[in-house]
């Protein structure tokens, strides 16, 4: 079972959701959250490998930067000022030291995630395939994003489409214009292959049915035609750098 703190972030990020349409405001949940929220068949694995929730993170549009910052305001929110000079993100905290992180219009961590025009393709939370590359673009990966990783792939199937399927032409476009996450996103996908069996939590059927997925994911993401300047960033490879340092994680 989740704990009542988890219970208590999924609770308020689907409430300021709803209250935030309701005021024509565009907002998805992204991060842990929403992997619970988009996983309830096995989200018990999430409690299982004892994966907690620490803060809440959104989605919105950058054109509605001033009704956000209102809207998280009015309900008791305070904004971290030093956030104000950054156009992609919004950082705030409620009296209960509650952390929330806005990113507008992309995600930009290690690697570009631009969603401006993906976040009508699903509510509350990101897409799917979002979702997975939200995990996937982090050089450093924690095991609390593997284990969101493994959740989601097993809750779901990986095939066209963003209807609760892992959408794989959209990921396999994405990276085959973008050497260095396609590098990272693939490293990070080997890396859950060796995780899987370190968790006691997970039967040979979960284990069997997310290799079966990232074998997928694989060979598609390999097949995808590359764009030339894939191909001229490939022959450099890792001799330089191909992402972005972060000083802090999310989700």
Request: glycine residues 4%.
């Amino acid at each position: 079972m989740p704990t009542t703190k988890d219970s208590q972030f999924i609770q308020e990020a689907l409430k300021m959701v709803q209250e935030a349409e309701g005021e024509g405001i565009t907002l998805r949940i992204i991060g842990a959250v929403a992997f619970r929220i988009h996983c309830p068949k096995f989200r018990h694995l999430l409690d299982a490998m004892e994966r907690r929730i620490t803060d809440m993170d959104f989605a919105g549009y950058r054109k509605q930067r001033v009704t956000i910052i209102n809207f998280f305001q009015n309900r008791g929110y305070s904004i971290d000022n030093a956030m104000l000079l950054l156009n992609e993100r919004l950082t705030f905290r409620n009296g209960s030291g509650a952390h929330v992180d806005v990113f507008l219009d992309k995600l930009s961590m290690c690697h570009t995630i631009d969603f401006k025009n993906r976040l009508a393709q699903d509510t509350p939370t990101f897409t799917l395939a979002d979702l997975l590359m939200e995990k996937m673009q982090i050089v450093q990966i924690n095991e609390k994003d593997l284990k969101d990783t493994i959740v989601l792939l097993r809750e779901h199937p990986v095939g066209e489409g963003d209807a609760e399927t892992v959408n794989s032409e959209y990921i396999t476009n994405d990276l085959a214009a973008d050497w260095g996450f396609h590098y990272t996103f693939t490293t990070n996908l080997k890396k859950v292959l060796e995780f899987l069996p370190t968790y006691p939590a997970l039967t040979d059927e979960d284990r069997k049915d997310i290799e079966s997925k990232i074998t997928i994911l694989l060979d598609r993401i390999e097949a995808t035609p590359k764009s030339a300047r894939w191909k001229m960033r490939a022959k450099v490879g890792t001799k330089s750098k191909w992402y972005r340092d972060v000083e802090e994680s999310y989700g």
